[in-house]
Each structure stands twice: as structure tokens, then as C-alpha cells.
């Protein structure tokens, strides 16, 4: 094969082979290529504790779907889902993300869903529950041992309750879909152990509904004339059935499964939804926080050594690099 001598073309060569490499170049460029069909669903699935590799996958889910113009993102809590060990800080970053997010927000709880993933829940714009589910026990009902040690146990954590409390009504207040006030009192329940709720038949002025109540409610009512009769008192902290959280408004149906859900509720084609996967970069975020333990043990008895022994060496550099770690993974 000949090559081209550029010097020797005329200028109308030349002309023509420079637009024929700016065209080669135009063709590659990333924007040009083919691009898959956007999805209509994220889908991040969650299963236990909603820790860092977790909340920075659901993180990245709604970026991308804001970006793509992703219709939907669903939070899928499959089997037990939730911790009392969560972090509530980054547990309400992700809150403020799902609320601020221009993204439809949707929850599918599979099997049982507490503290994170019940709060999450009760964030996201609309919550759907699967045959068999529960949702709730946002809090503990225990003291914390600050709350034991301190001189007025019972006041701290009083006061622990009514922030948390005040918290979820601010967070229920900035939902897209409002809750009815049966819903808004069992979602208060399940932060608040020191409400107790009942479900009872009501007799009014002729007429029959089925009501939640606070024990505190049903002696003004009976005062006014009103029959309250079948009570069933709740658990403290609230934790509830999906058949229950239906009839009160706290989720917005049951579905059998994600295709149900995405088809027949969301309207999309079937095969339309994408599952969001860890990255590297999550999976390693995963090991950090489970060797966070042996990390910070180790850095601090290498770092002891360091202090032990003159100069700098490995130790030292070792001892930094694992307190580093641990701390700021």
C-alpha cells in the first residue's frame, strides 16, 4: 500500500483529505456513538443494614436517573432490611437527596423493613408493600447508655424522642403525596414508643368507620356521644402488617412483585427497569466499613510502636494509612 504524500498533493487534495479527517474525527467523538435505550426504573435493591456502600449506591441511583431522565427510582427492601446501628446522619442525607430530587421516589418492601429502610419508606413520594410485609419500629424503645448514665434518664431520652419525633413530621410535611392523619399518627407511632395506638370501629351520628386512635382520643370521643367499640391495641414501637398500612393510607397498595409494580402501577413496559449494582469503589467502601474495627486497633498499636522506636519507619506510615482508613473511608 502507497502512502500519501501530503507536501505533494494540490490544494484541493489537501482540502479534501483534511475534511475527510475532521469527519473520522466527528464520527468517534463519544456523543456520536450509539447509545442503549434509557431505562424507566432504577431499581437499587436493599437487604439489611443500610450502611455506607448501601446509601452511596442509592445516592448515586438518583444522580444518574436525574441525568438520564429516569422516570422512576425504586427502593427494593427485600427480606429484612434495617439496623439499629445505621449512622442517622447519612441516613438523613440520603432523605434530603430523595426529597430534593426531581426523581419520582417509590419503596417496595419485601419481608420486613425497620429503622433506615422504615423511614425510607415513609420519605419516599409513594410506598408499596408485597404479600407478607412489615413496616415500622423506627426507634428502639430502650434508653441509649448516655441516656442510662445521665441524671435524668427518663428526660434524656424524652427529649431524644420529641427531636426524632419532630424530625419525621418535618420530613412528612415535605412529601409530594401527603399522608391522611391515620397514616400520620401510625408513622409517628413507629419513631415515638410512648404513643399508644389502637384501631377501633367508630359510631357517629349514624355512621360506622374504621379509625386509628391514640388511647388519649377515645375518652373525648365517647364523652361526644360517639361508640368505640372492636379496639386493637398496637405494638410499641409501632410495627405493622402490609394489609394494615394499606387500610390506613400508609402505602399506597400491595403488588405481588417489581414487574407488577412497574407494569400495572407505573404503566411502563415490562422490561423496562434497570437494577443499579455496586461499583468498585462501593464494594471497597463495604470491606472498609467491616475491617473498621482491625483497622483502627492496628493503627493505634503501630503508631504506639512508632512512638516506642527513634526515627520514622514503616510502622509510622503504616499506622497513619490504617487510623485514615478507618476514619475517612
Keep these: ?26 464520527l468517534r467523538l463519544p456523543g456520536q456513538e450509539p447509545t442503549q435505550a434509557v431505562p424507566q426504573v432504577y431499581v437499587v435493591t436493599l437487604r439489611g443494614k443500610l450502611g455506607s456502600a448501601e446509601l452511596a449506591r442509592c445516592h448515586r ?46 419503596t417496595l418492601v419485601r419481608g420486613r423493613a425497620t429503622q433506615g429502610a422504615a423511614y425510607l419508606a415513609l420519605v419516599t413520594d409513594r410506598a408499596f408493600c408485597m404479600p407478607g410485609a412489615w413496616l415500622g419500629e423506627l426507634q428502639k424503645p430502650e434508653q441509649d447508655w448516655g441516656e442510662l448514665l445521665s441524671s435524668d434518664p427518663d428526660g ?7 427531636a426524632a419525633r419532630a424530625n419525621l413530621q418535618n420530613r412528612l410535611q415535605q412529601r409530594k403525596t401527603p399522608l391522611r392523619s391515620d397514616a400520620v399518627k401510625m408513622a409517628l407511632a413507629m419513631v415515638d414508643p410512648r404513643m399508644q395506638l389502637v384501631t377501633a370501629t367508630v359510631r357517629e351520628g349514624g355512621l360506622e368507620r374504621r379509625a386509628v386512635l391514640e388511647v388519649g382520643e377515645i ?40 414487574d407488577t409494580l412497574c407494569v400495572d402501577v407505573l404503566g411502563c413496559q415490562r422490561g423496562s427497569h434497570a437494577e443499579v449494582v455496586d461499583t468498585w469503589s462501593e464494594h471497597m467502601v463495604a470491606w472498609l466499613s467491616m475491617l473498621q ?37
Excluded at 305 to 317: C, N
Aim: with cysteine.
Design 1 to 26: 500500500m502507497e502512502t500519501v504524500n501530503f507536501r505533494q498533493l494540490t490544494p484541493a487534495g489537501r482540502w479534501w483529505w483534511v475534511v475527510a479527517f475532521l469527519w473520522a474525527v466527528v
Design 293 to 329: 474495627p482491625f483497622l483502627l486497633v492496628a493503627g493505634l498499636l503501630l503508631i504506639l510502636f512508632e512512638v516506642k522506636t527513634p526515627g520514622v519507619g514503616l510502622p509510622g506510615v503504616l499506622g497513619a494509612a490504617f487510623l485514615a482508613l478507618a476514619l475517612f473511608h
Design 219 to 258: 375518652g373525648p370521643l365517647q364523652a361526644g356521644g360517639a361508640q368505640v367499640v372492636n379496639q386493637e391495641k398496637l405494638t410499641r414501637p409501632l410495627l405493622v402488617d402490609a394489609r394494615t398500612a394499606e387500610e390506613a393510607g400508609l402505602v399506597h397498595g400491595i403488588v405481588g412483585d417489581l
Design 156 to 162: 434524656a431520652m424524652g427529649r431524644r424522642l420529641d
Design 61 to 106: 441511583a438518583l444522580r444518574d436517573a436525574e441525568a438520564l431522565g429516569v422516570g422512576y427510582v425504586v427502593f427494593r427492601c427485600d427480606q429484612d432490611t434495617g439496623s439499629y446501628t445505621e449512622d442517622p446522619a447519612d441516613l438523613q442525607s440520603l432523605f434530603d437527596h430523595v426529597q430534593s430530587s426531581k426523581v419520582a421516589s417509590i
